[in-house]
């Protein structure tokens, strides 16, 4: 059983940053990937991106390329999503999953993203 809490959530002007940060209890196993994703109001939950929990291989959605950054830690148990250029899209509730086999099973509760034009 692996349970996920996320935090770092907040609001921000665009142009600025936030990070993210999703704590995990349980054991996190190496063949685990562990990603991001974020629900705006009124739209369907999208993949923002994902890591390796063992590698550390990483990849991404194409309109978060090169403004976020995924990491983990793995003394801590913990992933990041460190995103910066943010703008007013970016706005979502943004939520951490663990996905042990082929699809994600463990997620977290959410935390609000607000980014003001």
């Known amino acids: 059983q692996v349970q996920l809490v996320e935090s770092g959530g907040g609001l921000v002007q665009a142009g600025g940053s936030l990070r993210l940060s999703c704590a995990a209890s349980?054991?996190?196993?190496?063949?685990?990937?562990m990603g991001w994703f974020r629900q705006a109001p009124g739209k369907e939950r999208e993949f923002v991106g994902s890591?390796?929990?063992?590698?550390?291989?990483?990849r991404y959605a194409d309109p978060v390329k090169g403004r976020f950054t995924i990491s983990r830690d793995k003394a801590k148990n913990t992933v990041y999503l460190q995103m910066d250029s943010l703008k007013p899209e970016d706005t979502a509730v943004y939520y951490c999953?663990?996905?042990?086999?082929?699809?994600?099973?463990?997620w977290g509760q959410g935390t609000q993203v607000t980014v003001s034009s």
């Open positions: 999953a663990a996905r042990p086999g082929a699809s994600y099973f463990y």
């Open positions: 349980g054991r996190i196993f190496s063949s685990y990937a």
């Open positions: 890591i390796t929990w063992s590698g550390g291989t990483t």
